[in-house]
């Protein structure tokens, strides 16, 4: 396949990546929830383990003062609450009641909205859907390997990279 072929299909591809987050943007707002409210409460809700801050920030692919941010707003307000867990070092993220009322109101209206949209795709088309997407973000961590490195060394006195 030529360069000008890849182009047009990665357009199109990063085209519905937008749209996607656009539409979980949208949707936060519509629900009254800043985004990294929204995605606390909703990793909250579809994680089986204990939620720590660390995990939160793995699983959203936030940095860790974002993350804390959001938790001491949703803290305040009454949403969450942090237990210390074993180790001291890290603390577990529950939902009070207040907070179960709150997710039960927004984040799970677009959890049930996503399970309705993937059951309309047949078995065969989840799983390739999810094998291509897979695939597809593995080689790109692979191809954007030594950018990231380059990205994570220091700079000279002149602003480049060393």
């Given at each position: 396949?030529?360069?000008?072929?890849?182009?047009?299909?990665?357009?199109?591809?990063?085209?519905?990546?937008?749209?996607?987050?656009?539409?979980?943007?949208?949707?936060?707002?519509a629900?009254?929830?800043?985004?990294?409210?929204?995605?606390?409460?909703?990793?909250?809700?579809?994680?089986?383990?204990?939620?720590?801050?660390?995990?939160?920030?793995?699983?959203?692919?936030?940095?860790?003062?974002?993350?804390?941010?959001?938790?001491?707003?949703?803290?305040?307000?009454?949403?969450?609450?942090?237990?210390?867990?074993?180790?001291?070092?890290?603390?577990?993220?529950?939902?009070?009641?207040?907070?179960?009322?709150?997710?039960?109101?927004?984040?799970?209206?677009?959890?049930?909205?996503?399970?309705?949209?993937?059951?309309?795709?047949?078995?065969?088309?989840?799983?390739?859907?999810?094998?291509?997407?897979?695939?597809?973000?593995?080689l790109?961590?692979?191809?954007?390997?030594?950018?990231?490195?380059?990205?994570?060394?220091p700079?000279?006195?002149?602003?480049?990279?060393?």
């Amino acid at each position: 396949m030529n360069e000008t072929a890849i182009g047009t299909k990665l357009s199109e591809f990063n085209s519905i990546i937008k749209e996607s987050d656009d539409i979980y943007r949208c949707a936060a707002k519509a629900l009254g929830l800043p985004d990294c409210a929204f995605w606390i409460l909703y990793t909250l809700r579809t994680e089986t383990e204990p939620v720590t801050q660390r995990g939160i920030c793995n699983t959203m692919y936030q940095p860790k003062q974002t993350v804390n941010s959001a938790l001491k707003k949703l803290e305040q307000d009454g949403v969450i609450r942090l237990t210390e867990m074993a180790d001291r070092r890290s603390k577990q993220v529950l939902l009070t009641d207040r907070g179960r009322s709150l997710a039960g109101q927004t984040v799970d209206r677009v959890i049930d909205a996503e399970q309705h949209a993937l059951s309309c795709l047949t078995d065969q088309e989840q799983e390739a859907f999810l094998a291509l997407f897979h695939k597809y973000t593995k080689l790109l961590k692979e191809n954007m390997t030594a950018l990231q490195a380059n990205a994570c060394r220091p700079r000279n006195e002149e602003g480049g990279r060393i």
